[in-house]
């Protein structure tokens, strides 16, 4: 099988610091790949590459290739053609993603009208479509409002619901409950569970949590300092860690966790 | 959304009382005898005469006494006569008023389109050459003294280039637009004078440039500011990676974002322009609001002080009223405070 992503030996230097220094990561199609890591070990600039974007003033090497396509090299008109439909982004925060003067109605169905020829109104049924299949409750008064009238957890539904709409082949997800309460958190991945399976969509899911990690993906890369030092599928990796700093993430989890891990 | 107009609303009536307190007794409570100025030296020293202008000004009577009847003539529309100009002090003003908000008006359209157009370049472009070149720009803007910067102006486009007038709002011995509004370029187009208003437009580019030099500079910078703070936010990324084309994540996602603070300053600049244009109506000869307070102020015209200060009063409510509306249309959190 052709992978759907397949970054190799990507490096991004900002001045003389390597960010990423020669990392090689693959996501399959409809597969679940988990990339794991602390603060600062670049997993998320790794996979913002997959939607092209690349730190100001950084230079990057190496190959994204997304669909056979060189997000790197891609001049900035087609990655914007990519960007949305084809490959889709969850922000971390979303009490910062969404924007907070648009309503929810237009930040669901401007990409689907920028990327496909839909008039207004279907954009806007199918949005509705959309919160109910991430369940937000009475859909057709919740397009009209803004985002702050929606708790923390319903507003990563309807960020989900927005990467949803043009109906990518691979979401970007980036520590997508960090900012959640821990209740909230396992419906949102169960959620995300769901919707890789009905739709057959591969997700890239970005976390520090290795419990996170076992709930939901089946491969896994441990990325430290710029380098994946691990990899493999995550249910070994996590039972039989051979790298001393899976060991110690592993050993960082709340005790009762990696028991049901 | 209407409740918090109709808060809004109430909130500034109680302001316009609250101002028009405040400036009667201010007045009231000077040094400088209104009394000797309208009636000269030698026949303020006749007690007689004296006894009879203060029954006949009603200034015989306790200071709320006063303060109530001015209240009634205020309500009516009377601010009572002007000494200077002996007439109604409302018919000065509306003479007056209409050329300043003519003229604040043109000023802050400028300031407005360049301010904010090169304050959105520069956040766009930050640190890069263009950036610094706009931001000594506005520095200039903000530095460099009006009356200076008059001159300058003056002796370039109308003296050297002659490209426009530099006094006046017509030509000399040119008539004035039947008054609708007392903008004499709004009134000329409304009477399908088209001449006349090119000549009304020509007579207020010069003027108004000048007096929108500082909030040029001002709004440039704020611009800027706001700008790249929002550029940093994460729902800007969001739109990124939704695949938007770069005009609509500027204009929908981004601008949409900065206009609150922006709207801030051009309502306060708005309003303190029409309340400072004194120097600039007296360089350009501009028969405005501003040298009509000068003009009250050096002749202790008591009823046309006051009458002015009512008047800046009500122009900043007005306006404070329209741009917390307007921030209530923007922002939707705002609606629920």
């Known amino acids: 099988m052709t992978p759907l992503l397949e970054i190799r030996d990507l490096r991004i230097r900002l001045g003389d610091r390597a ?20 603060s600062g070990s670049g997993k998320t600039l790794t996979a913002l590459t997959a939607l092209g974007f690349t730190p100001p003033g950084s230079a990057a090497s190496g190959e994204v290739l997304f669909e056979g396509r060189n997000t790197l090299t891609l001049p900035k008109s087609q990655l914007r053609a990519l960007r949305g439909d084809r490959v889709a982004m969850i922000f971390q925060d979303p009490m910062t993603s969404l924007h907070p003067m648009l309503t929810i109605e237009r930040q669901l169905t401007e990409h689907q009208l920028a990327h496909r020829s839909l008039t207004r109104r279907q954009a806007r049924e199918h949005a509705i479509e959309l919160l109910e299949r991430v369940r937000i409750p009475d859909p057709h008064r919740a397009i009209r409002s803004y985002p702050h009238r929606f708790s923390g957890g319903m507003r990563q539904r309807i960020a989900i619901a927005s990467a949803l709409a043009c109906e990518p082949d691979l979401v970007v997800a980036d520590e997508v409950t960090t900012a959640l309460d821990v209740t909230v958190q396992a419906g949102i991945l169960r959620l995300l569970d769901e919707l890789c399976r009905d739709t057959g969509m591969a997700m890239l899911f970005i976390t520090h949590d290795l419990a ?35 060991r110690a993430l592993i050993e960082a989890l709340p005790q009762t966790d990696t028991e049901t891990a | 959304m209407l409740m918090f107009v109709l808060r809004r609303l109430g909130a500034s009536l109680l302001l316009v009382l609250g101002t028009t ?56 529309g009377d601010l009572g006569l002007s000494l200077q100009s002996n007439r109604p002090v409302t018919e000065d003003l509306a003479q007056f008023g209409p050329a300043s908000a003519e003229l604040a008006l043109m000023a802050t359209v400028i300031a407005l389109v360049v301010g904010g157009g090169l304050g959105i370049v520069a956040a766009l472009r930050n640190n890069t050459w263009i950036d ?11 530095s460099v003294p009006l009356f200076w910067f008059a001159l300058v102006a003056t ?9 426009f007038p530099s006094s006046g709002r017509l030509d000399a011995g040119v008539a004035a637009p039947p008054h609708v509004t007392g903008f004499f370029t709004i009134d000329a187009l409304l009477a399908g004078d088209l001449p006349l208003f090119g000549q009304a437009f020509e007579h207020l580019i010069l003027p108004a440039l000048v007096l929108s030099a500082p909030m040029v500079g001002l709004l440039m910078r704020f611009t800027r500011a706001s700008v790249l703070d929002v550029v940093g936010q994460e729902y800007v990324r969001a739109a990124e990676a939704k695949g938007l084309a770069p005009r609509t994540v500027v204009f929908g996602h981004v601008l949409r974002g900065a206009l609150v603070p922006v709207i801030t300053i051009v309502g306060t600049a708005f309003a303190s322009l029409l309340a400072g244009t004194v120097l600039v109506e007296q360089i350009f000869a501009w028969p405005g609001i501003g040298s009509y307070a000068y003009r009250s102020a050096t002749t202790l015209d008591l009823s046309a002080i006051v009458g002015v200060t009512i008047f800046v009063a009500l122009v900043y409510i007005v306006v404070n009223f329209v741009t917390d509306v307007l921030y209530g249309a923007i922002d939707p959190r705002i609606r629920r405070a």
Do not use: C
Request: zero cysteines; charged letters at 20%; aromatic letters at 8%.
């Open chain 2, 132 to 142: 610094n070149v706009l931001r000594a720009f506005s520095l200039g803007g903000v």
């Open chain 2, 155 to 163: 002796s370039i486009f109308s003296t050297t280039l002659r490209w």
């Open chain 1, 212 to 246: 996170v990690m076992n709930v939901l993906t089946e491969r896994l890369y441990v990325m430290r300092e710029g380098r994946v030092v691990e990899t493999g599928a995550t249910r070994e990796v996590l039972a039989a860690p051979t790298h001393e700093y899976t």
């Open chain 2, 21 to 76: 307190i405040v400036a009667f007794l201010l007045t009231s409570v000077l040094p400088g005898d209104a009394l000797t100025a309208r009636l000269g030296e030698r026949a303020a020293a006749n007690a007689e005469l004296v006894a009879k202008l203060r029954a006949e000004l009603g200034l015989d009577r306790p200071i709320w006494e006063q303060f109530f009847i001015y209240l009634g003539g205020l309500v009516r």
């Open chain 1, 19 to 38: 960010l990423v220094d020669g990392v090689d990561i693959s996501v399959n199609p409809g597969e679940i790949v988990g990339l794991a890591g602390e």
